[in-house]
């Protein structure tokens, strides 16, 4: 038997050459399975001695030790423990050329490895979502702009964070060994609490990301709008936008553009709709026969206007040769000054009752200016509205005005102790003059 044999620890006086016992050879009582203890110290060559570098049977298995215990790669640690008498890229070599790349690796190792793992932490939100855990990429802002918001990039934390006291919760936990169950359990939900805050926490931050709201605080918001200019938003979409306010929560910005966008388009095409429809009433079959029905009902529309605005001047030119047809006759309508008359036209007043109000109104001013109680009242048969009109007409600024101004308004002034009108005839004086 050569050098290297394999002794049989089970059957006395039985060893084995290399070739006999690769071959599982049998003899007498000796079977294939039984143990067997190599004799020579592992001092012969495994792969031959075509193989670099030397490497003896013990090196061969001190290697394969190694690299169960330290794990592919960590060829300094796989290096010492083998020997000092091999180097780490002695290590490396020498495993990657006959294990992996070898005969053994392409024995052993398949062309395409089929993956086994199942993926438990849960990326579509789950609470072992990657997503939970992985920081987001830090604002792109200088450093003024960073101080201004109190922002640390290299953490993607803000000095003041949404519920800043969250880590309170948890800040003076501890687990003991005399806690009974229930203390345990109390601990458990604290910490369940301060993870809930910190997912509000980042979805917050992620709101702010996917809205540009940073920008939008900075005002860079606005030079980017003056770049790409997008479509004019209605009146209405914008007040729809703030009645669906409390959906940004729960749709990113891409979608709740998206569904903005459609909603035009569903608009557009339902105007459309209806013009096609309106075409077909018509008769109109043909894309091409609604340009001339488009420009023959602009031109009915123009003449149409056009009538409309000359019988609108005829009917003022007539109004106002009729406007005061109904109290023309009356008495006392020759007293009245053009605004006056227009003021009993309108509230359908005759000029003597008017005149009276008007004196009545006169009276109690200078009665109030000189500090006599006012004790008049103004006619029965007129309503507030109407009492308000004929105090107000007469002047612009309201009854608040001086009563020298007022009754300047009015068309009056004073003459001792009575009142002359500007204009008038000589009744009109003579009712006046009674007026102290």
């Known amino acids: 038997v050569s050098p290297l044999r394999f002794r049989c620890t089970e ?38 001695a075509e193989a670099e570098g030397g490497w003896s049977s013990r090196e061969e298995q001190l290697l394969l030790d190694a690299i169960e215990q330290f794990g592919f790669g960590n060829w300094e640690d796989m290096a010492a423990h083998v020997g000092a008498s091999r180097t780490p890229q002695e290590v ?73 006291d969250a880590e309170t919760l948890i800040s003076g936990l501890s687990v003991n060994y005399d806690d ?37 605080f900075l005002g860079k918001d606005k030079k980017d709008k003056e770049k790409a200019p997008k479509r004019k938003i209605t009146k209405e979409e914008k007040e729809l936008r703030l009645k669906l306010r409390p ?7 891409k979608e709740f553009e998206d569904f903005f966008e459609n909603m035009h388009k569903e608009r557009i095409l339902r105007a ?45 030119e007539e109004g106002k040769e009729g406007e005061f047809a109904a109290i023309e006759n009356l008495p006392g309508f020759e007293l009245l000054s053009d605004r006056e008359k227009v003021l009993c036209s309108s509230l359908n007043l005759s000029p003597a009752r008017y005149v009276t109000v008007k004196t009545i109104i006169i009276k109690d001013h200078l009665q109030k200016r000189q500090g006599i109680p006012s004790k008049s009242r103004l006619p029965s048969y007129l309503d507030k509205l109407e009492q308000l009109s004929v105090f107000d007409n007469p002047h612009e600024g309201g009854p608040q005005r001086a009563p020298v101004q007022l009754i300047a308004n009015l068309g009056y002034q004073r003459d001792g102790a009575g009142l002359l009108p500007l204009h008038g005839s000589v009744e009109q004086r003579f009712v006046f003059k009674q007026i102290p």
Request: hydrophobic letters at 30%; one cysteine or more; glycine letters at 6%.
């Open 247 to 253: 959906l940004y929560q729960f749709m990113s910005c």
């Open 272 to 316: 459309k709709i209806r013009e096609l429809q309106r075409y077909r009433r018509n008769g109109i079959t043909k894309m091409e026969e609604s340009a001339e029905y488009e420009a023959a009902r602009h031109k009915r529309e123009k003449r149409k206007e056009n009538k409309n605005i000359a019988s609108s001047k005829r009917g003022k």
């Open 92 to 164: 490396m070599e020498h495993y990657v050329s006959m294990y992996i790349h070898g005969n053994l690796g392409k024995a052993c190792i398949p062309d395409t490895i089929p993956n086994r793992v199942t993926d438990h932490t849960c990326p579509s939100g789950g609470p072992l979502s990657p997503s939970l855990t992985t920081p987001l990429p830090p604002l792109d802002i200088s450093v003024a702009e960073q101080q201004q918001l109190g922002y640390m990039p290299l953490r993607d934390d803000y000095e003041i964070e949404y519920d800043q």
């Open 11 to 48: 059957c006395a006086d039985i060893e084995l050459c290399p070739e006999c016992f690769s071959a599982g050879a049998e003899i007498g009582p000796h079977r294939r399975w039984h143990g067997y203890q190599l004799v020579d110290g592992g001092r012969f060559t495994l792969w031959g």
């Open 180 to 216: 009974d169950d229930v203390e345990i359990e109390l601990k458990r939900a604290h910490v369940d609490m301060y993870v809930r805050k910190l997912k509000e926490r980042q979805r917050r931050k992620n709101i702010a990301r996917d809205y540009n709201l940073v920008p939008a």
